[in-house]
């Protein structure tokens, strides 16, 4: 990666985040609510891409770190009343201490091993929830009701289920979690990271301490993506199993190399992409799902290092 | 078909809520003039778009190819009688993978997109429980044909209605004297351990407690589980009734375990048809079923009795005398539950011609219109039997069907009455506002 002043790449993040911003004003009703549902899962994407992209830890049960923020907040809005903010707090604790726990116990394993430990904590938590039915709804999943997922702060009530409110939340949390990335992959910290990815044995010899920070980007990877889940409860009002399941493992990583992996727009740019490849062709056929996956096969044979990966190794070397 | 609006089809935009914009409004305001003229025709004219959400793919796909076929057949029969209040119905089908995210998506899509009067049509519950929010958020009916108790639970929302179809709490309950009556008093439930099983798990003791018999065994199968020969010496010896409700791809095998475990002795079977439903209840390894009985909400074959409703309906459908597809003995329907689907279409008509339903804008008389049924005779538009209606709780009542396996095919033995089946009801939706 060619260096750019760090001018020039806050500009471009500043103006993908004004960019977005503006298409609240013009989109079409069905759109603008599908973008807020793209933010959302792009900071999903985001979050599996700073440990997948960056560390190069290939995980099959991010879903549970979603889920933990999904539950984490639906439950206390749910069971204890509790209100929005609050309950976004706990759906990002939950994660974080979850990806913690996860983290000590996954990060003693490398490779396919650690693909598989995950996918198996992954299943565990998913076989709890349906365990605990009475209380998470199990497979049918819960309701958060219209009235609760409203943010009253000094007299102003800020309605989650009004489209534009909806949509700027979403736009809020993609902006902050876009900006922690961009400052994170550009940290000392991040270049730790991508030396870890590139040759652990040889950052190790260098005298860094591989284990804490890669146990440091589970557990930031596992909080972005619980404040992804979080958001996505109180937004669209629904907590259900199947975010747990092993689809939504299977979907960030998706994103992440159709937009391209270890680059700080590509889960953004891959979560739009498959959105609409799937939103368009199910209009015409029931074998939508062919079509994603020859796009997919396509991308792989064509731009194996996803769109904002090709893009940068093209002809924007400065890309983050 | 499904509407192909283009992403910029600015036609479908509503661009007043805009008010930050304003200019970028205007502009676009120029192009939509012919737009808002087109639509104020239409309202005397145009059709009346039903959005129906299909499980086309999924673990849903089978209901959902028989659901489309059943709508299908009921707008066809709606339309070649006049359409509802002279106005054509139209079907705009958008596939919810039987997912509960792409639902939402697909509710808000009917609602934002192809601009449905109402959206219709789904079964699986955590796709209806997953959808319901984005209903309630646009403020358009949803008419749902699911069978789960979440509608008259009144943990949904005022825009969602089950009146096509009984809940399983009500279809429960209709079984309970009969099976006590007729099977036997000491009942060991089988069932998968998720949701749909915990429902006959938590609604079935205090129904057979009521007839004076008694559940004296649960057991739940994870639904991981591919075998089942070791959950059966949990079966308690002196069970005179096997109360299972096991479903998926997995039900084959569970029966042919559980016929090798008890051999030609066995206890009285009653099982629920959601096991068996488009499935051939003579594929092999299912001989051990015979002499069973299982709970049809609408009878997969003709039956002697069949009213002149009931054979006129299963022509416009397709299905031929053994449930299965005119022209494919192999393609077997889902008979218990997609007649909900036609039920569903006859409320939603009588609704709109009640409330004078004009457009979107009506949505919420429909709504009130709808709360203010109360019964449905049997007839060509509930051709499954009578059945009342419950506003408070958005949810219908109807009799059920207890079948016998006979020769390979299924023998209606008894008929519940309405009454077997309410309960009282848990909430009021009617207090919602709307």
């Given amino acids: 990666m060619r260096d750019a002043s760090p001018a020039k790449t806050y500009a471009l993040h500043i103006g993908?985040?004004?960019?977005?911003?503006?298409?609240?004003?013009?989109?079409?009703?069905?759109?603008?609510?599908?973008?807020?549902?793209?933010?959302?899962?792009?900071?999903?994407?985001?979050?599996?891409?700073?440990?997948?992209?960056?560390?190069?830890?290939?995980?099959?049960?991010?879903?549970?770190?979603?889920?933990?923020?999904?539950?984490?907040?639906?439950?206390?809005?749910?069971?204890?009343?509790?209100?929005?903010?609050?309950?976004?707090?706990a759906g990002v604790v939950?994660?974080?201490?979850?990806?913690?726990?996860?983290?000590?116990?996954?990060?003693?394993?490398?490779?396919?091993?650690?693909?598989?430990?995950?996918m198996m904590f992954a299943q565990v938590f998913y076989l709890l929830i349906l365990y605990f039915a009475a209380w998470t709804g199990g497979d049918q999943g819960l309701v958060i009701q219209q009235a609760s997922r409203v943010i009253s702060i000094g007299g102003i009530s800020l309605d989650l289920t009004d489209p534009t409110v909806r949509y700027m939340s979403a736009?809020?949390?993609?902006?902050?979690?876009?900006?922690?990335?961009?400052?994170?992959?550009?940290?000392?910290?991040?270049?730790?990271?991508?030396?870890?990815?590139?040759?652990?044995?040889?950052?190790k010899m260098l005298g860094y301490d591989t284990v804490a920070n890669k146990l440091i980007a589970v557990v930031a990877s596992g909080a972005i993506c619980a404040a992804s889940g979080a958001a996505y409860a109180l937004l669209f009002g629904y907590v259900g199993s199947n975010f747990a399941s092993i689809q939504y493992s299977i979907l960030p990583l998706l994103w992440v190399l159709l937009g391209g992996a270890a680059t700080t727009l590509g889960p953004l740019i891959g979560t739009l992409f498959m959105y609409y490849v799937t939103d368009i062709t199910s209009g015409f056929t029931s074998a939508y799902l062919l079509i994603v996956g020859v796009a997919l096969i396509l991308l792989v044979l064509f731009a194996p290092k996803g769109i904002m990966g090709s893009i940068r190794e093209r002809w924007l070397g400065w890309l983050p | 078909m499904a509407d192909k609006n283009g992403f910029f089809d600015l036609s479908k935009t509503t661009l007043s809520r805009r008010t930050a914009l304003k200019g970028i409004a205007a502009g676009a305001g120029l192009a939509l003039a012919p737009g808002f003229v087109r639509y104020s025709q239409a309202q005397s004219s145009a059709p009346i778009r039903i959005g129906f959400q299909s499980h086309r793919t999924g673990i849903g796909a089978a209901y959902g190819r028989w659901y489309e076929k059943t709508s299908a057949a009921a707008v066809k029969a709606i339309n070649d009688a006049g359409g509802?209040?002279?106005?054509?119905?139209?079907?705009?089908?958008?596939?919810?993978?039987?997912?509960?995210?792409?639902?939402?998506?697909?509710?808000?899509?009917?609602?934002?997109?192809?601009?449905?009067?109402?959206?219709?049509?789904?079964?699986?519950s955590h796709v209806v429980i997953g959808s319901a929010p984005a209903a309630g958020e646009n403020k358009i009916p949803y008419f749902v044909v699911s069978e789960g108790h979440h509608v008259a639970s009144t943990k949904l929302n005022r825009y969602v209605f089950q009146p096509g179809i009984t809940d399983v709490k009500s279809q429960i309950q209709s079984m309970a004297p009969w099976i006590a009556a007729n099977a036997g008093k000491k009942v060991t439930q089988i069932f998968p351990d998720f949701a749909f099983g915990y429902d006959h798990r938590d609604y079935l003791p205090p129904a057979l407690k009521a007839q004076g018999a008694d559940v004296?065994?649960?057991?739940?199968?994870?639904?991981?589980?591919?075998?089942?020969?070791?959950?059966?010496?949990?079966?308690?010896?002196?069970?005179?009734?096997?109360?299972?409700?096991?479903?998926?791809?997995?039900?084959?095998?569970f029966v042919k375990e559980l016929g090798e475990f008890y051999g030609s002795q066995r206890p009285q079977l009653f099982g629920f048809m959601d096991s068996l439903e488009a499935v051939d209840i003579n594929s092999p390894g299912l001989e051990f079923l015979d002499g069973s009985h299982f709970w049809e909400g609408s009878p997969r074959y003709a039956q002697p009795d069949d009213s002149a409703a009931q054979k006129a309906y299963r022509a416009a459908v397709g299905i031929d005398d053994n449930g299965a597809a005119v022209g494919d003995p192999k393609d077997i329907s889902t008979a218990s539950h997609m007649f909900g689907c036609w039920e569903t279409l006859y409320v939603v008509k009588k609704a709109m011609e009640d409330a004078g339903y004009k457009g979107p804008e009506d949505r919420a008389k429909l709504v009130e219109a709808t709360e203010a049924l109360k019964e449905f005779a049997e007839g060509p538009e509930?051709?499954?039997?009578?059945?009342?209606?419950?506003?408070?709780?958005?949810?219908?009542?109807?009799?059920?069907?207890?079948?016998?396996v006979e020769g390979g095919k299924l023998k209606v033995v008894h008929k519940t009455k309405i009454e077997d089946g309410l309960y009282e009801p848990e909430g009021d939706y009617t207090k919602q506002a709307l």
């Fill in chain 1, 16 to 89: 993908v985040i004004a960019l977005l911003f503006a298409l609240n004003f013009v989109l079409p009703d069905y759109h603008q609510g599908l973008f807020a549902r793209i933010m959302a899962l792009a900071v999903f994407a985001m979050g599996y891409n700073l440990l997948f992209g960056y560390v190069g830890l290939l995980s099959l049960g991010h879903a549970m770190f979603f889920s933990a923020g999904l539950y984490g907040a639906g439950l206390t809005v749910h069971h204890l009343g509790w209100g929005v903010p609050q309950a976004f707090v």
């Fill in chain 2, 216 to 253: 004296i065994a649960q057991i739940a199968i994870p639904p991981t589980e591919s075998s089942f020969t070791k959950y059966f010496p949990q079966i308690p010896a002196e069970t005179d009734v096997i109360y299972h409700v096991m479903v998926g791809p997995a039900v084959l095998t």
């Fill in chain 2, 84 to 124: 509802i209040g002279g106005r054509k119905v139209e079907l705009v089908i958008e596939d919810d993978g039987t997912d509960p995210a792409r639902g939402a998506e697909v509710v808000n899509k009917f609602a934002k997109q192809h601009k449905t009067d109402i959206v219709f049509g789904t079964l699986f």
């Fill in chain 2, 382 to 404: 509930h051709p499954q039997g009578p059945k009342t209606f419950n506003g408070k709780i958005h949810q219908c009542f109807g009799i059920q069907n207890i079948s016998k």
């Fill in chain 1, 171 to 203: 736009l809020a949390l993609f902006a902050v979690v876009l900006l922690i990335a961009l400052a994170l992959v550009r940290s000392r910290f991040g270049r730790v990271l991508v030396a870890i990815r590139e040759n652990e044995e040889r950052t």
């Fill in chain 1, 94 to 118: 939950c994660g974080a201490l979850l990806a913690l726990v996860i983290g000590l116990l996954a990060l003693r394993t490398s490779g396919v091993a650690f693909m598989i430990v995950t």
